[in-house]
């Protein structure tokens, strides 16, 4: 802890934060602990799978799959940010946190959620345009765009949370220093602080409703013309092929608002810290955890080229 001066009044303003992590008795920590790592190695195993097999097979090497990349990329680190810390904390090795790895961290794990919402918009972007403008498509859709749609993506999600981390760094902490989350997150750290805390609340509400609202707008709007156009098809075979093309991205997408709307706009009865803590595990473990399994299962052009790289010589 650092004193400081202000006036005539002395302030002891903390440097280190201790995460709660996840109460209980042993039996119940170990338990949390295996389940959080296997999850952590099957997340980090079945990315690291999808960017192989897009890189190594040719046929693959187009939009879609490209955004895959890019998405099997970042839940890798997604998780990376918040596992591994939680998985110390569990163990109780090392339950203190520095007040700037705090930040790094809370920086590290919003930027990427943020741009999670953004690459997901820019995918289901992707889909209009082959199942609506099939003729098209690739003219439309060349490396310029899409790789212009995936680098927005990622400094967008950057650049937006920088604001409230600036506004964080700002804070004055006095004490208490135990974070009540298996994380850095913004609800349960900015409680803790001496100093209003206006300013962050604000910045992070008009954030998290440009962020939510306007990828799922742009993502609603995909797949209202996208049906559209697949219903229009006389063929019923055509229309499940037209629909497995984007069944993969639509489950994906299911799943993170689905997530992201039990986090944010949850029951009054559900506002419990530990009700905010699992849902928060449903965000950070598992959906990263699903998302290759997802691709992969649903996908038939990812399993041949599964097939194709496993029996390769």
Avoid at 167 to 196: E, K, M, Q
Avoid at 298 to 311: G, I, M, P, Q, S
Wanted: hydrophobic share 50%; proline share 4%.
């Amino acid at each position: 802890m650092e004193k400081t001066n202000e006036g005539a009044e002395n302030q002891t303003k903390v440097m280190e934060f201790i995460l709660l992590g996840f109460p209980g008795s042993h039996y119940i920590q170990m338990f949390v602990f295996i389940i959080f790592l296997i999850m952590y190695i099957l997340t980090v195993l079945g990315n690291v799978v999808i960017i192989i097999l897009i890189i190594s097979n040719q046929h693959l090497h187009t939009p879609m799959y490209f955004f895959l990349c890019n998405l099997s990329f970042l839940e890798m680190w997604y998780t990376t940010a918040s596992v591994p810390k939680a998985l110390a904390t569990i163990l109780g090795w090392n339950k203190a946190i520095s007040s700037i790895g705090c930040i790094m961290q809370m920086y590290f794990v919003f930027s990427l959620g943020c741009t999670e919402y953004f690459l997901l918009s820019a995918m289901a972007y992707d889909r209009y345009l082959a199942i609506c403008y099939p003729l098209h498509y690739t003219i439309i859709m060349r490396f310029h765009l899409f790789s212009m749609l995936a680098a927005s993506s990622w400094l967008c999600g950057f650049i937006i949370i920088s604001v409230p981390t600036f506004l964080i760094s700002r804070l004055t902490f006095c004490g208490p220093n135990v974070i009540n989350h298996f994380y850095c997150n913004i609800d349960s750290w900015i409680v803790l602080a001496c100093s209003s805390t206006y300013d962050v609340e604000m910045a992070a509400f008009i954030i998290s409703i440009f962020v939510i609202l306007g990828p799922c707008a742009v993502t609603l709007l995909s797949y209202i013309y996208i049906i559209s156009t697949i219903l229009r098809i006389p063929s019923v075979k055509a229309q499940q092929k037209a629909f497995s093309t984007c069944s993969s991205h639509l489950a994906v997408v299911i799943i993170w608002y689905g997530s992201t709307i039990f986090l944010y706009v949850k029951p009054s009865k559900w506002t419990s810290l530990e009700m905010t803590k699992l849902v928060n595990i449903l965000n950070t473990a598992v959906t990263p955890l699903l998302n290759p399994f997802i691709y992969t299962l649903r996908n038939k052009e990812v399993k041949e080229a599964f097939k194709h790289t496993l029996y390769w010589h």
